[in-house]
């Protein structure tokens, strides 16, 4: 069974930085966070794979790394350079024990989801 909790959302300034936090449990081939702010559609933020291979949407290159701890089973979103549009709410996302599109940054990949931590970027 695949449980997921967030953790580490929060208010900053803009240019600011926040680590998020995933745990998981169960098996997590396949991992990424997406995000959805108020009026607006999920979008995928950045994923990874069993290899550790990344990918991420073009909006946060250069200033968001995602990264995971296979022994602890907990992924991480390393956030940098904050800026107000990026107020959201921040969900990760598992494939479970089968992953068929790895690095997908597309919500329909992801069975599992965890329930949200919200960051506030102010200007």
């Known amino acids: 069974q695949v449980q997921l909790v967030e953790s580490g959302g929060g208010s900053v300034q803009a240019g600011g930085s926040l680590r998020l936090s995933c745990a998981g449990s169960?098996?997590?081939?396949?991992m990424a966070w997406f995000r959805q702010a108020p009026g607006k559609e999920r979008e995928g933020v950045a994923a990874?794979?069993?290899?550790?291979?990344?990918n991420y949407a073009d909006a946060v290159k250069g200033r968001f790394t995602i990264s995971r701890d296979n022994a602890k089973n907990i992924l991480y979103l390393q956030m940098n350079s904050l800026k107000p549009e990026d107020t959201a709410m921040y969900y990760c996302a598992s494939s479970g024990l089968y992953c068929f599109s790895g690095r997908s940054l597309f919500s329909r990949s992801y069975p599992y989801w965890g329930q949200g931590t919200q960051v506030t970027v102010s200007s």
């Open positions: 990874i794979d069993n290899r550790d291979s990344t």
């Open positions: 169960g098996s997590n081939i396949c």
